[in-house]
Structure formats: structure tokens, C-alpha cells
T-cell receptor, first 112, second 110 residues
Framework: DAGVTQSPTHLIKTRGQQVTLRCSPK?????VSWYQQALGQGPQFIFQ???????QRGNFPDRFSGHQFPNYSSELNVNALLLGDSALYLC???????????FGPGTRLLVL | SQQGEEDPQALSIQEGENATMNCSYK?????LQWYRQNSGRGLVHLIL?????REKHSGRLRVTLDTSKKSSSLLITASRAADTASYFC??????????FGAGTTVTVRA
């Protein structure tokens, strides 16, 4: 049973560029959440997708957007990258409003 | 901003000793969860305690919750080198998101 998978594992971009990160949820899960974790900090909630709609959003600017596909996989897009967007981006999946979220290994983004 | 605050920020113990870390939070919660993170990679769910529970055990882990003080503690007994990691508390206020603290880094010395 595959867990949550994310791609790519590492990414280097320059300021102003755009990036797309991908996530496949754990088998049987229909809800995907995205978190940003800066170095030395705890994860910060970006948004959650359920039934292809953004259900909840954290305190992140509109440069951060997402999408969920009919197979429940998800993408996180970040436009006009800033140096401060450098972080580990974590995807988590769950079954609807289940309490426990299962995290993927993350994508480490470096913005130069 | 972080919902929870872990204390201490870092902890170094000898193998076989117990490790205790604390978490304080600010708002009412549905449940509180503890996660482990190795070397800046994905988070592993350890244990969940609901707001109407006071104590929970799982293997070598013991979690307590005091909703009147808005605090929780995680005890790891008989620590092993493999317990070296960062530990995060996360609160669920029944709003579809987890709010994490900044974490406690635990180093277990052989």
C-alpha cells in the first residue's frame, strides 16, 4: 500500500519564477492538505482540497494556488517566487475529515 | 504564527533515559497530536489525544493533556538512538487544518 508520494524531491528556482509541486495521496484517501515548513520551524498550513475544491486556506498570499484532480492527486503552484519561499513543502492526505493526516516526504524548494 | 509552543527547544539525553517535552496552545481544540520528523523529511504521526481524554499510552510513549491549562506533554521512556528526531505537537480545532508548534529537537547519545 503506497503512502503519500511527492515530486520532485528537490528543486532550485530563481526569484520571480513559478513552480509546481505534485502530491499523490495515500490509497483510499480523498483529502489533500499542503504545508510549508521553513528551516527550524514547524509546518504552516497553506490549504486543503476536498472534492476538487479548496475547503480551507491558511494565511498565505494568492501567489500560492492549488488544484485537486479527480483521482485525488494535487498540485501546489507558487508564482513570482520570493527568497522567503525557500522551504520544505509537505503534502498530507486523509479520508475526508478524519483526524489523522499522513504526510509525504516533502519537496525541498530553494529560491536563489 | 504558530498555535503551539514546545518546550524545551532542544533536549540531549543518554540512551535508556526518559525524554519529556511540553506543548502549550492558545485556542480550544478538538484533539492534539504529536508527530516525529527525522532529518527534515516527512512527519510521522505518533499519537492523538482527544480533548475529553487526559492521558494516553502507545508503546514507549505517554501523552497527557490538560485542557484547563491548554498544555500537553509527551514522555518517551527508555530512549534509543533511533528516537533522535524533532517532535512537534499539532492542534486540531475541527477546522480542517493542523496548527503546529516550532518543535523540540531530541538527541539521544549512545
Amino acid at each position: 500500500d503506497a503512502g503519500v508520494t511527492q515530486s520532485p524531491t528537490h528543486l532550485i528556482k530563481t526569484r520571480g519564477q513559478q513552480v509546481t509541486l505534485r502530491c499523490s495521496p495515500k490509497s483510499g484517501h480523498d483529502t489533500v492538505s499542503w504545508y510549508q515548513q521553513a528551516l527550524g520551524q514547524g509546518p504552516q498550513f497553506i490549504f486543503q482540497y476536498y472534492e476538487e475544491e479548496e475547503r480551507q486556506r491558511g494565511n498565505f498570499p494568492d501567489r500560492f494556488s492549488g488544484h485537486q484532480f479527480p483521482n485525488y492527486s494535487s498540485e501546489l503552484n507558487v508564482n513570482a517566487l520570493l527568497l522567503g519561499d525557500s522551504a520544505l513543502y509537505l503534502c498530507a492526505s486523509s479520508l475526508d475529515a478524519a483526524e489523522t493526516q499522513y504526510f509525504g516526504p516533502g519537496t525541498r524548494l530553494l529560491v536563489l | 504564527s504558530q498555535q503551539g509552543e514546545e518546550d524545551p527547544q532542544a533536549l540531549s539525553i543518554q540512551e535508556g533515559e526518559n525524554a519529556t517535552m511540553n506543548c502549550s496552545y492558545k485556542t480550544s481544540i478538538n484533539n492534539l497530536q504529536w508527530y516525529r520528523q527525522n532529518s527534515g523529511r516527512g512527519l510521522v504521526h505518533l499519537i492523538l489525544i482527544r480533548s475529553n481524554e487526559r492521558e494516553k499510552h502507545s508503546g514507549r510513549l505517554r501523552v497527557t493533556l490538560d485542557t484547563s491549562k491548554k498544555s500537553s506533554s509527551l514522555l518517551i521512556t527508555a530512549s534509543r538512538a533511533a528516537d533522535t528526531a524533532s517532535y512537534f505537537c499539532a492542534t486540531d480545532a475541527n477546522d480542517y487544518k493542523l496548527s503546529f508548534g516550532a518543535g523540540t529537537t531530541v538527541t539521544v547519545r549512545a
